[in-house]
Structure formats: C-alpha cells, structure tokens
T-cell receptor
C-alpha cells in the first residue's frame, strides 16, 4: 500500500515550457488536492477534486489545470511555466474532509 | 476566510523538556483540525486529527487539544527527543484545509 505517490521528484523547466506533475493514490479516497509550498507563504491550495469528473479551484489556481478521470489519478498541468511557479508541489488524498495524506512532493524550478 | 496562525515560528528546547505548540484559527465553524510533521525536504506526515466534536486526541507522547470557542489548538509533545526536531504544521478544515505557516522545532541533546 503505497499511499500517495508523486512523480517526478525534481524537475527543471525553462520559461514557457509545459509539463504534467503526476499524482496517484491507492487508498480509494474521493478527495484529492494539490498544494504549493513556498518559503514564508506556507501551503496554498491550487486545485482540488471531490471525485472522478469533479474538480474545483483553490486559492492559487492561475497557470494550472487539472482533470480527474479516475479515482486514483489527479495530474496537475502547467501550461506555460513561469519563474513564479518555482515551488514545491504536494498532492494529498483523503476520505472526504477527514484525515488527509500527503505525497512526498515534487520540487520544480523554472528558469 | 479562515486564517490559521502558529506562534512561535521557531522554538529550541533541550532534550527531555515538554514541547507546547500553538495553533489559532479565526473561524470556529471548523470541520476538523489536523497536525502534521514535516522534515526538511520531505512531505507532510499526519500526526493527529481532531474532529470538531472532540476536545483532544492522543497518540503516544503526542496530545492535541481543540477549543473551538477560543479558536485554539495546542499540540503537546512529552519528553522531547532530538528526533522530534522538525517543522510542525496545523491545518483547519471548514471546507478545504487552511494551513498555518508552521513552527520549526529544534531539540538539542
């Protein structure tokens, strides 16, 4: 039982490039979410999903897209990377709004 | 909008001393409150979850209390050890999780 997995662990992008951060969970949880963590800013919610086919915006959604075609996967897409998106990205999963379990994170640098 | 505050931002204690970490939130209509531990360069590990109907939760040396009327939660770590050194985050959920900025703890041998 792996819990929440994220790939890649590290990524360097050039400004304007696109990429997808992968998140998968094997706990059959309905609720999944993406956060970014920046020094001095704490963790901020980007997008979340309450089940397959249902997504919604969080606090800082601009520049990011998500989709949820299965219960297990919740990828985060950066359409045109900007230096302001340099951050550590965490995916989380939970049964509704009960205990949330976090993945190990993806450290992204945009040059 | 829910705002979550953790004070102090950093704390250093000698081994064996009890740790007291504070978390304040502005909206008392929370669904639950969760405490996490984060080691440098790592993800978040869930420590304790307190439902809104509960006043406290315990796990080993950890005890977390919740007082919705005053908008406060406290995490107690008994008999601290150097391995307890980490950043501790609280998150309140009236809806989506709202995180505090964390308290960085150093336990010196």
């Amino acid at each position: 039982n792996a819990g929440v997995t994220q790939t890649p662990k590290f990524q360097v992008l050039k400004t304007g490039q696109s990429m997808t951060l992968q998140c998968a969970q094997d706990m059959n949880h309905e609720y999944m979410s993406w956060y970014r963590q920046d020094p001095g800013m704490g963790l901020r919610l980007i997008h979340y999903s309450v089940g397959a086919g249902i997504t919604d915006q969080g606090e800082v959604p601009n520049g990011y897209n998500v989709s949820r075609s299965t219960t297990e996967d919740f990828p985060l897409r950066l359409l045109s990377a900007a230096p302001s998106q340099t951050s550590v990205y965490f995916c989380a999963a939970g049964q509704g709004l009960s205990e949330q379990y976090f993945g190990p994170g993806t450290r992204l640098t945009v040059t | 909008k829910q705002e979550v505050t953790q004070i102090p931002a950093a704390l250093s204690v000698p081994e064996g001393e009890n740790l007291v970490l504070n978390c304040s939130f502005t909206d008392s209509a929370i669904y639950n409150l969760q405490w996490f531990r984060q080691d440098p360069g790592k993800g978040l590990t869930s420590l304790l979850l307190i439902q809104s109907s509960q006043r406290e939760q315990t796990s080993g040396r950890l005890n977390a209390s919740l007082d919705k009327s005053s908008g406060r939660s406290t995490l107690y770590i008994a008999a601290s050890q150097p391995g307890d050194s980490a950043t501790y985050l609280c998150a309140a959920a009236p809806g989506k999780l709202q995180f505090g900025a964390g308290t960085q703890v150093v336990v010196t041998p």
